[in-house]
């Protein structure tokens, strides 16, 4: 969505009668699916691969109570249009969805007939304030897959959406909960006076660099650091990115990008008391447990301050990175994005 259309859309959104609301979605209900109410899970965007893994996840009948009983029961697949790699997927993806139980219904408004919580999974952030904006509307519990946005001014534009409509939202990459970041958060090794992270960094041309992939990276940085960033400079290459953060208090964070030879996500943290590496990545459970739980307890695991400021030290990253790799303070680039 463009800058220039954005404001008049959120008005638009905000003097239209709510009219899926909570109750109205009673009368949507999916008369077939045995699910309880309150745990019925709508999907948006068939368009990627985390899509069929969540979902698979979610329905396995051998899951038990680990994810609270939430099922996914009915999803609208249509996703990005400018990505076409992820876009020519949909038909495949939908289809193997279908096996799982999940009613492929024709619209938005559809999904939330029929659902009481929603996962937006399209794989194009550009796409996710169009798409975000009737959910929360209709007052539904919100996750956003990862990249949150694709742009900083649409990101702001989401939490104010979230905060208009007093409805919880929250975004993760499921690195966040990569093994050993809970025990440094605890204070397990001390203060952190700092930390190196990578992963892998594939640019999208719709996308600004670090909002595709090198997001997940940044985040196991945010994750360790917290926030309190207050500038950035960026190095880049063809097969590589460093970006040095400097956080309020003095300390500095690193994440290095990669986009050749070997990938993988994990990283060093520098303690008071210890110098530890990070553990193994263990896919998407712990975040579908995080999801979940969520969606019950309406408390979000990962604040807005946070998220929006992951997305600021990357609009930051790719300002330095066009003026070749000065500093940039972060709050520049958050004033540029609340002011479109």
């Not at 492929?104 to 009481?116: F, G, M, P």
């Not at 063809?238 to 208090?249: A, L, R, S």
Request: glycine share 12%; with cysteine; hydrophobic share 35%.
């Amino acid at each position: 969505m463009k800058n220039s259309d954005r404001r008049s859309f959120i008005k638009k959104t905000a003097i239209t009668s709510l009219g899926l609301g909570m109750a109205g979605s009673i009368s949507g209900i999916n008369k077939k699916s045995d699910v309880e109410k309150g745990k019925r899970v709508g999907m948006i965007g068939l368009d990627t691969g985390h899509s069929v893994a969540f979902i698979k996840s979610l329905n396995d009948p051998l899951a038990g109570n680990k994810y609270g009983g939430y099922k996914v029961v009915a999803a609208y697949p249509k996703g990005t249009e400018n990505i076409e790699k992820w876009k020519k997927k949909i038909p495949e993806f939908t289809a193997e969805i279908k096996k799982q139980g999940v009613e492929i219904v024709e619209s938005i408004d559809e999904v939330l007939k029929k659902t009481d919580v929603v996962l937006l999974t399209c794989i194009d952030g550009n796409k996710h304030l169009e798409q975000a904006l009737p959910v929360l509307k209709a007052g539904k519990p919100l996750f956003i897959d990862k990249p949150f946005a694709g742009s900083l001014s649409d990101a702001f534009a989401i939490v104010e959406a979230a905060k208009q409509y007093n409805v919880p939202m929250f975004s993760s990459s499921s690195l966040r909960y990569i093994d050993g970041v809970k025990e440094i958060a605890e204070g397990k090794f001390g203060k952190v006076i700092g930390a190196e992270t990578y992963s892998p960094a594939h640019i999208e041309e719709h996308h600004p660099d670090l909002f595709w992939y090198g997001v997940h990276g940044v985040e196991i940085l945010f994750t360790i650091m917290g926030t309190g960033c207050k500038s950035v400079k960026r190095t880049f290459t063809e097969d590589t990115d460093i970006v040095v953060g400097v956080w309020d208090d003095d300390r500095i964070g690193t994440y290095r990008g990669i986009r050749r030879g070997q990938g993988g996500y994990g990283g060093t943290v520098y303690g008071e008391n210890d110098i530890v590496v990070l553990g193994k990545y263990q896919g998407y459970s712990p975040l579908l447990e995080k999801i979940t739980e969520f969606f019950r307890t309406g408390v979000v695991p990962v604040s807005t301050d946070e998220i929006l400021e992951i997305f600021a030290f990357m609009q930051a990253a790719e300002k330095s990175k066009l003026r070749g790799g000065i500093s940039i303070d972060i709050e520049t680039v958050v004033q540029k994005a609340k002011s479109n």
